[in-house]
């Protein structure tokens, strides 16, 4: 299993509320939701597994 790393983050205000209104529609936690927006992302593009 892969360790998580902790790492700050800058990000505009209203893209944080975006992000933690569509993780709450989710029932995800704000962290959860970018990680997982980052991983589809990644696979999309081809660039992981």
Partial sequence: MAS???FA???DED???A???WAADEFR???GQLEWIINK???EAG???
């Fill in 4 to 6: 998580k790393k902790a």
């Fill in 9 to 11: 983050l800058r990000i």
């Fill in 15 to 17: 893209l944080l509320k």
């Fill in 19 to 21: 992000v933690e209104k």
């Fill in 29 to 31: 936690s704000s962290n």
């Fill in 41 to 43: 992302a990644l696979k």
């Fill in 47 to 49: 660039r992981l597994k």
